[in-house]
């Protein structure tokens, strides 16, 4: 089951969530990697131009 799916699907019948919000969801009941947490933190930092490190 994708439960970070369905808790974006549920947040969004209670409120009006930003413009641009993004989900990190994947089909499957394994956990994410700490690896592929910060690779995915490092591509939105890199799509707004912010220029921190994230340590993991």
């Known amino acids: 089951m994708n439960f970070?799916?369905?808790l974006y699907h549920y947040l969004r019948t209670l409120v009006d969530l930003p413009a641009g919000t993004r989900v990190f969801a994947r089909s499957g009941g394994m956990n994410l990697s700490?690896?592929?947490v910060k690779s995915r933190i490092e591509s939105v930092l890199s799509e707004t131009g912010a220029r921190e490190e994230v340590t993991a």
Do not use: K, L
């Open 4 to 6: 970070v799916g369905q």
């Open 34 to 36: 700490v690896t592929e």
